[in-house]
């Protein structure tokens, strides 16, 4: 469960580490994209509201200089005192060409009204009444052109007094009422993109043009000009360029403004954002959608990933757990090419030799039992049972048993013979540990032993011989005890030695190891007819002792099996 | 003087596309559906699918059917065509002008979605009579503050606005052009409907004018076209240099046959109507009422638009036109002075 959830944990911080190498550095390019493509808009839109208003401005102002352009005409001639026809005719004449003039006042070099007309009301002809003092005379003979304020008609129409003078004072000077509800026709023919449109305000901030003559014709009204006048406070206040506001339908707008000389008049230019920041909205769209699409990439390729990288682990994980729980024969199968393949090839090794070091360490336990503990460690320490190879060796052969064992057997109660027999064979199995000697079989009374295989020793007859004494020695000490609970047993030992195939013998994992030959025969017949306490042993053993042990030579015996007399030798032993 | 229409067509490009559309966009899809359930029952279908103008029209189809296609033309401005997506009931009172009331109130009773009351003051003072509440559009050539209709040009208040031409304002300024035609002449004859709302307003400024001008005036008075010959008959008897026609929607709409008794009686005229010296009279200076009534036309769309009638302004026309007909001055055996010519916006030869 922990390894299931550590593994889980590794697969999302991979996860999570390549979808955010991919993500992020995408987030960021859509981020920056997205700004600057904002801000090359803006730029783009302040220039082209600005551009925009210049030109609108430029219209309006045509629009007015046209007309002063006309009354031009008016202040040519110097005047005389007789009433002049051809001035009326002129004047009417203009009254045709430029029908936002309403009404018309000529005046003479010495201020007088000479001519007025008018669409509405009476015309006037030579009144002379004295307008000298009038501001507007005063204004134009300062400026030449003079811009009065605009006044609303009857509080609805915008109308605008213009006056101008000649370019000397004879020729007097020319008062025009203008009806600025025909600059509708320019204001409402500028377009600004799409649905974008202009306005004019004059210097107070009231409305005097725009698309919606509605609107104008309510322009002297606060409540109607305070949004628009709003809209020209935000661009004032922002400086250059444009700014954003509401207009009068509650839509964002961006506006710019440009002024009018003469009358003092601002354009303003607006367009809804909607419309102005059409393509930054566009591109901002198209930047979302690849970022989604992009995002959706980088996750598919990130499990693409962390799956490929976390599966060889997770193979190996799985791998190492059966290994670790005796399967040696399992192999991890990763084929990456890669570190991991190469991880995995040694997981496999390592199985593969841990598979063999077991089979040994079995192999090795198993001839624990029949080896002495010294020659088993011998064998465990070089990790190697070479020694226990079949082979022909010189071998000293040591067979024991006890006298009269069978009918004692017969007489006493099986727990006193188990008893007897755990006393026997603990003594012997210490005398054999300590001379290290190998243990072939026992079976009832009788042992055999092997000294010199499978591990060579020094000395194998003395050793065999001095293994035989103790074991005679320590049986002997029992014998007292049993003798004295009535026991009536003997114990006699057996030598031989000589050349013997040696090795393992038996099936599957039923080994064992033996010694097969002539001299275990002999060692055998030896024993057999050792009375109790006695030691017998061939020539050769008491060779091989070479009076270093008080060998006693018992002359030739006949043994069963051999067809001569066979040169016997026993030894004497101190007994308790 | 291309300006007051084109005003008028840009006018609604600028302003109303926003809400138009969409409207308009519904109101199809209902006449679509109504058209579908026409199959049984069409004129309740029609009825109740798409707008209704109740159009109280003083005079005779024949008579107004100039100012008809000029409202028509200010209709489709604004979108609207008559059976496709707006229906126009109409009311005419065969220039019986007492029946205006009853008609107005047929008009109401029908429930219709604005009724256009074109055609002068006593048309617009009818309707307003008739309700307080449904929306009127008025087109008519007097002052009307003054009159009463609205309470201000800039703010109508109430359920009424429209479009004034200007043509009341202007009659002692038709006065002056007589007189400079006559600048002899020391009696001026003037024509008045004496059931006309402006007629006291009329005649007041015209007696001062006249002061002014330095000439007599001989009123006459004709309210029905019984009478008119006699008022022509009276300038000859009066011996009147010319006559001077109040405006009023009777005697616009009875142009054609002004002329031809002004032809007659070999009277140089002046009317407030450009249909007067097209019919042969000598000329006329008033407002246009193919402006007005366009205007009219629309107002009347704007409103069927959701828009309310107190955000719209009385508009004024912006063209007082000059019509003058050589062929008649000279008939008449004199010629028009330089000024005149200059002046005259139309010159008929």
């Known amino acids: 469960m922990e390894v299931q959830q550590g593994f889980r944990s590794l697969f999302q911080k991979y996860l999570l580490v390549l979808f955010m190498a991919v993500a992020i550095p995408l987030a960021i390019n859509g981020v920056v994209e997205a700004w600057f493509g904002y801000r090359d808009q803006r730029a783009r839109l302040d220039q082209l509201l600005g551009v925009q208003a210049m030109s609108a401005a430029a219209e309006i102002h045509d629009f007015i200089y046209g007309i002063t352009n006309d009354l031009g005409w008016l202040v040519q001639l110097p005047w005389n005192d ?64 003079w811009f009065g304020d605009v006044t609303y008609n009857r509080g609805s129409e915008p109308y605008l007094k213009i006056a101008i003078v000649g370019n000397r004072p004879s020729v007097g000077a020319v008062i025009a009422e203008v009806n600025l509800k025909l600059i509708w026709d320019v204001i409402s023919a500028i377009k600004v993109g799409k649905t974008g449109f202009a306005f ?7 409305l005097i043009a725009h698309p919606d003559i509605s609107l104008v014709l309510r322009g002297a009204e606060e409540a109607t000009s305070r949004p628009f006048q709003a809209i020209r406070d935000a661009i004032g206040s922002a400086g250059v360029g444009s700014a954003t506001g509401r207009d009068i339908n509650g839509r964002d707008v961006a506006a710019a403004a440009a002024p ?16 102005a920041f059409g393509p930054i909205y566009a591109a901002l769209k198209r930047t979302a959608a690849i970022l989604a699409i992009g995002t959706v990439i980088a996750g598919l390729l990130a499990y ?23 399967l040696f024969n399992h192999r991890i199968s990763i084929e990456t090419g890669d570190e991991f393949q190469r991880l995995a090839d040694s997981f ?11 089979e040994q360490q079995e192999r090795i336990a198993r001839l624990k039992r029949f080896l002495a503990p010294q020659v088993a460690d011998l064998v465990d320490r070089t990790g190697d049972d070479g020694v226990l190879k079949g082979r022909r060796t010189e071998v000293v052969v040591v067979f024991c048993d006890l006298r009269g064992f069978t009918s004692f057997s017969a007489e006493v109660a099986p727990e006193q013979v188990m008893s007897v027999l755990s006393e026997y064979y603990e003594v012997l199995g210490r005398a054999i540990t300590t001379f290290a000697a190998t243990l072939i ?13 499978p591990v060579p020793v020094e000395e194998p007859a003395l050793r065999a011989v001095d293994l035989a004494v103790e074991m005679q020695r320590s049986v002997q000490e029992l014998i007292v005890g049993w003798r004295s609970r009535g026991y009536r047993v003997g114990f006699g030992v057996g030598l031989a030695s000589g050349s013997a195939t040696v090795g393992r013998i038996g099936y599957e994992s039923r080994f064992d190891y033996t010694a097969i030959g002539s001299v275990v025969n002999l060692a055998a017949r030896l024993c057999a007819s050792a009375t109790d306490r006695e030691i017998l042993m061939d020539a050769e053993v008491a060779e091989g002792v070479g009076g270093r042990r008080s060998v006693i030579g018992l002359g030739n015996r006949q043994i069963k099996g051999y067809d001569e007399a066979v040169p016997v030798f026993g030894i004497s032993f101190d007994t308790p | 003087m291309p300006i007051g229409e084109s005003m008028t067509s840009a006018e609604l490009n600028a302003v109303t596309c926003g809400g138009k559309f969409g409207r308009i966009g519904r109101r199809d899809v209902l006449a679509l559906l109504a058209g579908a359930a026409a199959w049984t029952s069409p004129s309740h279908a029609q009825r109740s699918a798409i707008p209704v103008i109740g159009y109280l029209c003083p005079e005779s189809p024949g008579l107004f059917a100039s100012r008809l296609k000029a409202f028509h033309e200010g209709l489709g401005e604004i979108g609207f065509i008559e059976g496709r997506n707006v229906a126009i009931d109409y009311q005419w009172a065969e220039g019986q002008y007492k029946r205006l009331p009853a008609l107005a109130a047929d008009l109401v009773a029908r429930n219709v979605d604005v009724i256009v009351a074109p055609g ?42 429209g479009v004034s031409s200007l043509s009341v304002e202007v009659s002692p300024k038709r006065l002056e052009m007589m007189h400079e035609l006559r600048p002899t002449a020391a009696k001026l004859a003037v024509a008045a409907n004496p059931t006309s709302p402006t007629v006291n307003t009329q005649l007041e400024k015209l007696r001062s004018a006249a002061e002014i001008l330095g000439v007599r005036l001989e009123v006459l008075m004709a309210s ?23 405006s009023d929607p009777y005697f616009a709409f009875r142009s054609g046959q002004l002329a031809a008794l002004a032809q007659r009686y070999g009277v140089p005229a002046i009317t407030q109507s450009r249909d007067f010296p097209t019919s042969g009279g000598l000329m006329s200076y008033g407002g246009d009422f193919v402006q007005s009534h366009r205007r009219a036309g629309i107002y009347a769309g704007r409103i069927l638009n959701g828009e309310k009638p107190s955000d719209l302004p009385v508009q004024l026309v912006t063209k007082v036109e000059l019509i003058i007909n050589l062929k008649a001055a000279k008939s008449l055996g004199f010629e028009f002075s330089p000024s005149l010519v200059s002046g005259a916006d139309e010159v008929i030869e």
């Open chain 1, 304 to 326: 693409a990933l962390a799956h490929r990288m976390t599966e060889p682990i997770r193979l190996l994980e799985e791998g190492t757990e059966r290994i670790g729980a005796g």
């Open chain 1, 260 to 275: 009018v000389s003469g009358p003092d008049w601002t354009v303003v230019v607006l367009q809804p954002l909607s419309e």
């Open chain 2, 120 to 161: 002068g003051a006593p048309v617009a003072l009818a309707a307003k009579a008739a309700t307080a509440s449904r929306t009127i559009v008025f087109e008519m050539g007097g002052d009307p503050v003054q009159l009463g209709v609205v309470d201000s040009l800039s703010r109508p208040g109430g359920n009424i606005t």
């Open chain 1, 200 to 206: 004019v305000l004059d210097r107070p901030g009231r």
């Open chain 1, 82 to 145: 007789e009433p002049d026809e051809r001035r009326r005719t002129d004047a009417l004449r203009l009254f045709r060409q430029a029908p936002a003039i309403v009404a018309l006042t000529l005046l003479d070099h010495r201020g007088l009204e000479r001519l007025y007309i008018s669409r509405i009301g009476l015309n006037r002809i030579d009144s002379r009444t004295d307008r000298s003092t009038d501001p507007a005379v005063i204004g134009a003979r300062a400026a030449r052109t």
């Open chain 1, 348 to 358: 496999n090794r390592m199985a593969a030799e841990l598979a063999l070091a077991q």
């Open chain 2, 224 to 246: 029905s076209e019984k009478e008119f010959e006699a008022v022509f008959a009276a300038v000859t008897k009066e011996a009147a240099r010319g006559l001077v026609f109040t």
């Open chain 1, 441 to 453: 079989s026992f079976s009832g009374d009788g042992l055999m032993v092997l000294v010199n295989a």
